[in-house]
């Protein structure tokens, strides 16, 4: 009878916690200065905010009436299965490139490297998923150019650090309205059942972007090893794209308040496709410094991530491919993730 009644009891705690408004907030930071650099891809910062499970995308209160009036013209996640999680994402970031920190000092254009180039957008995305499955759809619209405020944000940290700024920022890309749609899906191959044991995941993933940023087709996974995994879809980076990070269930241990809820070690691998790319391909309507890009990128991370009380904490390291013909020295960065589960 003993164990009949904690079976009872943890099951309808968990459906409780179902039942709350969990929301998740987070903060993402790619930097080279983790991997002893200052150039190429040098800076990613994004907030995001994801809405708790939401009954349906148009009727919702949990939901804003704008946004409510806004879904209720759209069809694309108009899923009509109860067993299906629903959320909205809602982002925030920028990203700035620059060339070699070599040409730190030149004022010039420099030619045989990258463009200048900064990007400032806003992003809202839509994501349906089940325990096995996500799908996110993403709009960002921004601006690329100086009104991205890239060189400022860099001058700014730079000069708090006591770093050398880069003298080049007037050669950046000119101003530009850009936008991008972004679709992915993931899917688990494997998961534990059990919940308090080691285990291993593996998740996959594809998707691509269309628009004036950038359009690509990708496909990868991740691998996942540790004890108690995180009932989500694996690790998210300040790249621009819909959040994979937040609880999928009452059965994660972030919903249930556990102040140590797991650890765990994770590699991913990603190929993509590259057909535009803003920033080594330049301006769309207007002249600007370009590079020939590289049509095909290919990235690795490795990494830790752990469960604290109502925090996902995540660290990794990325390997990036030659981005353009002629590139001296790869990419390499660091990626930091804080994301905070809560209710109103």
């Known amino acids: 009878m003993a ?6 009891s943890l099951y309808s705690s968990l459906a409780a916690a179902e039942s709350h408004d969990w929301w998740t907030s987070s903060f993402f930071l790619d930097n080279d200065l983790f991997a002893n650099s200052d150039d190429g ?6 907030f995001s905010f994801v809405s708790p499970d939401l009954a349906d995308f148009d009727q919702d209160p949990t939901l804003p009436d704008t946004l409510r009036s806004i879904n209720k013209r759209l069809r694309f996640f108009r899923a009509s299965e109860m067993q299906l999680q629903r959320n909205m994402v809602v982002s925030l970031g920028q990203q700035m490139y620059t060339p070699d920190e070599r040409f730190r000092e030149r004022t010039d254009l420099v030619e045989e490297d990258r463009p200048y ?4 957008y806003l992003g809202f995305g839509y994501q349906v998923s089940n325990h096995s499955r ?3 759809a993403v709009l960002n619209i921004g601006m690329v150019g100086p009104a991205s405020y890239a060189k400022e944000s860099q001058d700014a940290v730079h000069e708090a650090r006591g770093l050398e700024k880069y003298q080049g920022w007037d050669n950046q890309l000119r101003n530009e309205l850009g936008l991008q749609f972004l679709y992915s899906q993931k899917n688990k191959f494997y998961q534990p059942s059990a919940l308090n044991s080691w285990s ?3 998740i996959g993933n594809w998707g ?5 940023v950038a359009t690509y087709l990708e496909s990868g996974a991740e691998f996942r090893f540790g004890w108690q995994l995180p009932r989500d879809f694996g690790t998210s ?7 994979n990070s937040s609880p999928g269930s009452g059965f994660d241990n972030r919903v249930r308040g556990r102040w140590f809820g797991g650890a765990h070690t994770f590699l991913s691998l990603n190929g993509r496709l590259v057909l535009r790319d803003i920033t080594l391909d330049g ?3 207007s002249d600007s410094h370009s590079v020939d890009k590289e049509p095909f990128l290919a990235t690795a991370s490795v990494g830790v991530a752990m469960l604290i009380y109502r925090f996902k904490l995540s660290f990794s390291r990325r390997f990036v491919t030659d981005e353009f013909k002629g590139q001296d020295r790869k990419n390499s960065y660091g990626s930091v993730s804080i994301s905070y589960t809560h209710s109103f």
């Open 117 to 120: 180039a900064g990007w400032l």
């Open 237 to 243: 980076s300040a790249n621009p794209g819909g959040d």
């Open 134 to 136: 996500l799908e996110t």
């Open 3 to 8: 164990p009949l009644l904690m079976s009872i």
């Open 208 to 212: 691509g972007s269309i628009g004036n």
């Open 200 to 202: 291993y995941d593996i």
């Open 283 to 285: 301006n769309t309507f």
């Open 41 to 46: 891809y040098t800076n990613g910062i994004r």
